[in-house]
Antibody, heavy 114, light 107 residues
Framework: HLVQSGGGLVKPGGSLRLSCVAS????????MSWIRQSPGQGLEWISY????????YYADSVKGRFTISRDNAANSLFLQLNSLRANDTAVYYC?????????WGQGTMVTVSS | DIQMTQSPSSLSAFVGDRVTITCQAS??????LNWYQQKSGKAPSLLIS???KLDIGVPSRVSGNGSGTDFAFTITSLQPEDFATYFC?????????FGQGTKLEIK
């Protein structure tokens, strides 16, 4: 089970923090990812983080603006979104990442608009 | 980055039909391919990993095959609950890019 929170309406240049709380599995054993989906569009994988946070990867579209992190003690995954742009408007999903994304959160909407 | 070209982008079919969706990778990805189903307003869910391995609970009317650059996803005898959008995704290297999606609609 992955339950997401955060998101909402923010002005261009603003910031948001998304959270994803895991339950029902050993969170610290898994890589985790964030994926987003712009309205009516396809899926874009944007970031992942290893078990111990030692390996982190970002898509070019968010590199330098978004920061992924995790707190294994709290079974939680985070995505800090800074310098937001209109084209960051999307539903953001967290997902458990093995070779596949086999467990997804419910998604949270981020709208960037003035 | 590896590009995933999925086709068709949309497809209409009757209940009971057999449909096939294809996904082509821009370079050899072995069998490092997943297929997902997404119903309207919901998160995607994993159907197939490693090009052909059905996830737990996925019905046997669903299948996947292929290796290298060319892959196919097939549903035999479509059921009402199969009408959704389907995405392929590779995991050969980072970033794990997705295909553009195929929207399967009832005719």
């Amino acid at each position: 089970h992955l339950v997401q929170s955060g998101g909402g309406l923010v002005k261009p240049g603003g910031s948001l923090r998304l959270s994803c709380v895991a339950s029902g599995f050993s969170f610290s054993d898994y890589y985790m990812s964030w994926i987003r989906q712009s309205p009516g569009q396809g899926l874009e994988w944007i970031s992942y983080i290893s078990h111990s946070s030692s390996t982190i990867y970002y898509a070019d579209s968010v590199k330098g603006r978004f920061t992924i992190s995790r707190d294994n003690a709290a079974n939680s995954l985070f995505l800090q979104l800074n310098s937001l742009r209109a084209n960051d408007t999307a539903v953001y999903y967290c997902a458990r990442n093995r070779d596949s994304l086999d467990l997804w959160g419910q998604g949270t909407m981020v709208t960037v608009s003035s | 980055d590896i590009q995933m070209t999925q086709s068709p982008s949309s497809l209409s079919a009757f209940v009971g039909d057999r449909v096939t969706i294809t996904c082509q990778a821009s370079q050899d990805i072995s069998t490092n391919l997943n297929w997902y189903q997404q119903k309207s307003g919901k998160a995607p869910s994993l159907l197939i990993s490693d090009a052909s391995k059905l996830d737990i609970g996925v019905p046997s009317r669903v299948s996947g095959n292929g290796s290298g650059t060319d892959f196919a996803f097939t549903i035999t005898s479509l059921q009402p609950e199969d009408f959704a959008t389907y995405f392929c995704q590779h995991y050969h290297n980072r970033p794990n890019t997705f295909g553009q999606g195929t929207k399967l609609e009832i005719k």
